[in-house]
């Protein structure tokens, strides 16, 4: 079953461009609000980094969602859709000095510190201002998750957080600063994450750092356990939703949470991964020596994921109903990488056929690069059209 697209609509635009189905969106965020509200003291943050098309954040801040922001540029993009500050926490492993004081100057809610170092600056440069930042420690848990090398976080290898051995010395080192105040810990184990058992493992993780704290009598506001839930890719069609309840269940079940304690989320893809198609027209149908290449439009400088993680996108011809062919779907970039997909089965192909690669709201437009010159792809939401 293909998907359903306002196809006359869409077939007068230049391609390649993607399309959100707002409907979808908002229909998730609904699910998702409904579902986290059956647990109390649990938040949402949209991680920004996912999509920062204005128009998708502006649907995403009337949900009432806070932004979870990893750049100043995704900041500002929040406070410019309305998010309010004290919504919005700054993580990254690589904060700038800008970007500190712009976050200083907002008033946002944390910053989620990843070292000794960042957390020496941020309190410096709040004493600067005259401000107290409120900060959590992203700790490194070493839980694995079972998802691509490229976007795992939670192993000792990775370059993101603290180690959990130096985990009680950054807090001490803290309480002796007078411009910062420690408020929560901080954990993201991974992406694409589909595997329930990944995620209780990092609940046990916490539990185990909670005790350890305890003893020390150290207090912590607030929990953060990051996103990572993942999408079916397989099957957009038949499930066009992460599972929600399963993910929050999970959390509710196997977290320990203190009295008064917020556990907030950070969940990007499964907000927006869903409602996003990217489409192209196929430029020429080219039989090769060993298989068949469809060579469309678009390429990896629209869409990188298959180029970068080898992810999977179905993809669909939406101008065909002949029978099925085997075809290398390719774009025009000048790399050997640039394909979308290898020996895949779609309807015979023909120059102008309009092609849907689906799944793609998250991770696509927003790490478009104009390489080769090409021009960055627009995008259109389904109510503007």
């Known amino acids: 079953m293909k998907g359903k697209f306002p196809i006359e609509r869409l077939k007068s635009l230049k391609t ?6 707002t409907d979808l969106l908002r229909e998730t965020l609904d699910t998702i609000n409904r579902e986290c509200s059956r647990h109390e003291g649990f938040c949402v943050h949209y991680a920004v980094k996912a999509n920062a098309n204005p128009k998708l954040l502006r649907i995403i801040r009337r949900a009432g969602m806070g932004a979870d922001c990893v750049s100043g540029g995704e900041i500002e993009a929040a406070l410019a859709a309305g998010f309010p500050a004290d919504k919005i926490v700054y993580a990254g492993v690589g904060k700038s000095d800008w970007e500190i004081n712009l976050g200083l100057d907002s008033d946002i809610a944390c910053f989620n510190v990843e070292s000794v170092p960042e957390l020496e600056v941020i309190n410096e440069l709040a004493e600067k201002k005259g401000k107290k930042a409120r900060v959590a420690f ?3 848990p070493e839980v694995g998750a079972h998802t691509h090398a490229n976007i795992t976080t939670g192993l000792a290898e ?23 105040t420690f408020v929560g810990l901080h954990f993201h184990i991974g992406s694409q994450i589909l595997d329930m058992g990944d995620f209780q493992a990092l609940c046990n993780r916490i539990n185990d750092l909670q005790t350890q704290l305890e003893k020390r009598r150290v207090i912590v506001e607030s929990i953060n356990v990051g996103g990572g839930l993942g999408i079916d890719y397989q099957h957009p069609n038949r499930v066009p939703m992460a599972d929600f309840k399963a993910y929050f269940d999970t959390y509710a079940k196997r977290l320990k949470l203190r009295p008064g304690q ?12 869903p409602c996003g198609t990217l489409f192209a027209r196929t430029l020429y149908i080219k039989e090769g020596a060993v298989k068949k290449f469809c060579i469309v439009d678009a390429g990896m400088t629209d869409l990188i994921r298959p180029a970068l993680y080898q992810a999977y996108h179905k993809i669909e011809n939406l101008s065909s109903e002949e029978p099925m062919e085997t075809y290398d779907v390719v774009g025009p970039i000048c790399e050997s990488s640039d394909v979308f997909a290898k020996q895949i089965d779609l309807n015979r192909c023909h120059r102008g056929d309009l092609i849907a690669i689906r799944s793609a709201g998250a991770y696509g437009e927003i790490m478009a690069s104009g390489y080769n010159c090409r021009p960055l792809p627009k995008g259109y939401v389904s109510e503007e059209l």
């Open 16 to 21: 390649p461009f993607y399309y959100y189905d």
């Open 138 to 140: 992203r700790i490194n």
């Open 158 to 180: 990775n370059k993101f957080g603290i180690a959990i051995r130096d985990m009680e010395s950054v807090i001490d080192k803290a309480a002796a600063m007078n411009n910062v």
């Open 262 to 273: 917020t556990l907030h989320f950070e969940l990007g893809r499964a907000v927006v991964a």
